[in-house]
């Protein structure tokens, strides 16, 4: 007998229907297969922003795209998770959304033509620009305390930071490496660091009770 993949996500809403303005009608119908925690089935996309928006953390994540970077998307869907206030593209205003795994629909992003429209933008609200990259120099991120407000900037896949980006930045970062290879990808280096941002100051919160923001999943 063959065996296919999973099903995803739950079929029609079985009894009565629930009341509230967040709901979906036709997802309530037909069912909900969208890539979304379980708090948020059957709510409609509005509802569920509205909810994220709520809850955003305060820290930005930033990343050059001067080639169509692959780890984009991936960077998105991980802002996501982390919920990240906004993500900033710098560059090339298409991006590969495939890694996203529509993730983008529920995420603020900005795109800037330039670092330097990046940097003005941060300035202006008075956010620090982090860097992550191994450049000479670079301070360790391990033992680091963030600021909690703050915007982590990652360069494009290859070539790192930009030297326009590096000084634009209040400071540059690495992330500790033990084997042959070079560097991780943008990708990784963005889910240490977003990471560490909510270990130290989002996730003691949400462990001190039962929460939205206390969900765990890999997929």
């Given amino acids: 007998m063959p065996h296919g993949p999973p099903e995803v996500g739950v079929g029609p809403w079985q009894g009565p229907r629930p009341e509230g303005?967040?709901?979906?009608a036709q997802l309530l119908a037909e069912g909900d297969r969208r890539n979304v925690v379980d708090r948020y089935r059957y709510w409609t996309m509005a509802a569920i922003?509205?909810?994220?928006?709520?809850?955003?953390?305060?820290?930005?994540?930033?990343?050059?795209?001067w080639q169509h970077d692959f780890n984009i998307g991936t960077v998105v869907r991980t802002?996501?998770?982390f919920l990240a206030r906004e993500v900033h593209i710098v560059g090339n205003r298409r991006w590969n959304r495939?890694?996203?795994?529509?993730?983008?629909r529920?995420?603020?992003?900005r795109h800037h033509a330039?670092?330097?429209d990046l940097?003005?933008?941060?300035?202006?609200v008075e956010i620090p620009i982090y860097g992550i990259d191994n450049l000479p120099g670079s301070r360790p991120l391990e033992g680091l305390q963030l600021p909690r407000r703050v915007c982590l900037l990652f360069g494009?896949?290859?070539?790192g930071l930009s030297e326009p980006a590096r000084e634009a930045c209040d400071g540059t970062f690495s992330i500790a490496q033990f084997g042959s290879t070079r560097s991780i990808n943008a990708s990784a280096a963005a889910a240490i660091a977003m990471h560490t941002w909510v270990v130290q100051h989002a996730l003691t919160a949400s462990l001190e009770g039962p929460g939205p923001e206390a969900g765990h999943s890999a997929s």
């Fill in 21 to 24: 303005q967040q709901y979906d």
């Fill in 49 to 65: 922003i509205a909810d994220l928006d709520r809850r955003r953390h305060d820290f930005h994540v930033a990343v050059e795209n």
């Fill in 79 to 81: 802002a996501n998770a």
């Fill in 98 to 104: 495939r890694g996203a795994m529509v993730t983008d």
């Fill in 106 to 109: 529920y995420q603020h992003i």
């Fill in 114 to 116: 330039a670092v330097t």
């Fill in 119 to 124: 940097a003005e933008r941060m300035r202006a």
């Fill in 156 to 159: 494009q896949e290859g070539p």
